[in-house]
């Protein structure tokens, strides 16, 4: 079964950490990119991050640029986000997902986790 999943959410104080994990089974990612998009209440979902199955070269939104670092452990099967100097506007619903692009060139469609909720807030 394939499947993607999603920890290390939580609450979390303005300018505080959280690293999020994505576990993907029932295939191997090393062939994959492997990415993170984000969905704030009444807004769109928004590509956060992602890393090429390539080269490891990454892309990041304008928004998180500076704070926020993807990386992957191919031997564990699992991807991390590591976000610092966390925003009240970074509260979201974060997923996990193939399905993100690092070159125009990067095939489209993947797999999706079932999100994990990230809220900043004093």
């Not at 993607?4 to 959280?18: I, K, M, W, Y």
């Not at 191997?28 to 009444?42: S, V």
């Not at 807004?43 to 199955?53: D, F, L, N, P, Y």
């Not at 619903?93 to 489209?108: R, W």
Request: aromatic share 10%; charged share 20%; proline share 3%.
């Amino acid at each position: 079964q394939v499947q993607l999943v999603e920890s290390g959410g939580g609450l979390v104080q303005p300018g505080g950490s959280l690293r999020l994990s994505c576990a993907a089974s029932g295939f191997t990612l090393d062939y994959y990119n492997i990415g993170w998009f984000r969905q704030a209440p009444g807004k769109e979902r928004e590509g956060v991050s992602c890393i090429s199955s390539s080269d490891g070269n990454t892309y990041s939104a304008a928004s998180v640029k500076g704070r926020f670092t993807i990386s992957r452990d191919n031997a564990k099967n699992t991807a991390y986000l590591q976000m610092n100097s966390l925003k009240p506007e970074d509260t979201a619903v974060y997923y996990c997902t193939t399905d993100c692009k690092v070159y125009e060139d990067d095939p489209v469609g993947g797999y999706w986790g079932q999100g994990t909720q990230v809220t900043v807030s004093s």
